[in-house]
T-cell receptor
Framework: AQTVTQSQPEMSVQEAETVTLSCTYD???????LFWYKQPPSRQMILVIR??????QNATENRFSVNFQKAAKSFSLKISDSQLGDAAMYFC?????????????FGKGTKLSVKP | DGGITQSPKYLFRKEGQNVTLSCEQN?????MYWYRQDPGQGLRLIYY???????QKGDIAEGYSVSREKKESFPLTVTSAQKNPTAFYLC????????????FGPGTRLTVL
């Protein structure tokens, strides 16, 4: 069974600085998707960024980028120029392409605080 | 606007009572999901459905039941058999082809007194 581990329960960053959130996963599959979701205090889950495992190029969405290391099974999220609105819980998630396709496996999350 | 609605936002029930949480989507998605979120935990899958009139158990289905009579609706019943039902419940939907990213509703906070 696949597992997702986020080793940092809490992180803090100064406004306008850069922060990296860690995520590792365990799988025997070669093709899959990886996601980062943001959950602000409103508790609405928002997709931040996604990565297809077959793509070597790291995904980027504006100030958000990932460092995808397939061999190491690592999928970290980098937030550049941090803003107060980035304060939230961040969840890393894995999705298989076969079997129970569509089901997400989540890590336990990292709570990000942004200091003004 | 297309999206997912969950009602109510807060729900209180007495111990021993069944309660049904509503989830409706107008995104024309075939697949729908129910997750449970507890403090300090990620989301855990309760049930999912990839087509009308069909659904499968997730990782923590015991004490819960669902139905999928319409494409737009996927209600979750928390039964009295669920030992620790107080939690935040999230519904999601997705397509079943292509990338099929999951879109989430705003959630329902259930408190059993």
């Amino acid at each position: 069974a696949q597992t997702v581990t986020q080793s940092q329960p809490e992180m803090s960053v100064q406004e306008a600085e850069t922060v990296t959130l860690s995520c590792t996963y365990d799988t025997s599959e070669s093709d899959y998707y990886l996601f980062w979701y943001k959950q602000p205090p409103s508790r609405q889950m928002i997709l931040v960024i996604r990565q297809e495992a077959y793509k070597q190029q790291n995904a980027t969405e504006n100030r958000f980028s990932v460092n995808f290391q397939k061999a190491a099974k690592s999928f970290s999220l980098k937030i550049s120029d941090s803003q107060l609105g980035d304060a939230a819980m961040y969840f890393c998630a894995y999705r298989s392409l076969g079997g129970s396709q569509g089901n997400l496996i989540f890590g336990k999350g990292t709570k990000l605080s942004v200091k003004p | 606007d297309g999206g997912i609605t969950q009602s109510p936002k807060y729900l209180f029930r007495k111990e021993g009572q069944n309660v049904t949480l509503s989830c409706e989507q107008n995104l024309n998605h075939d697949a729908m999901y129910w997750y449970r979120q507890d403090p300090g935990q990620g989301l855990r899958l309760i049930y999912y459905s990839q087509i009308v009139n069909d659904f499968q158990k997730g990782d923590i289905a015991e004490g819960y039941s669902v139905s999928r009579e319409k494409k737009e609706s996927f209600p979750l019943t928390v039964t009295s058999a669920q030992k620790n039902p107080t939690a935040f419940y999230l519904c999601a939907s997705s397509r079943t082809s292509g990338f099929n990213e999951q879109f989430f509703g705003p959630g329902t906070r259930l408190t059993v007194l």
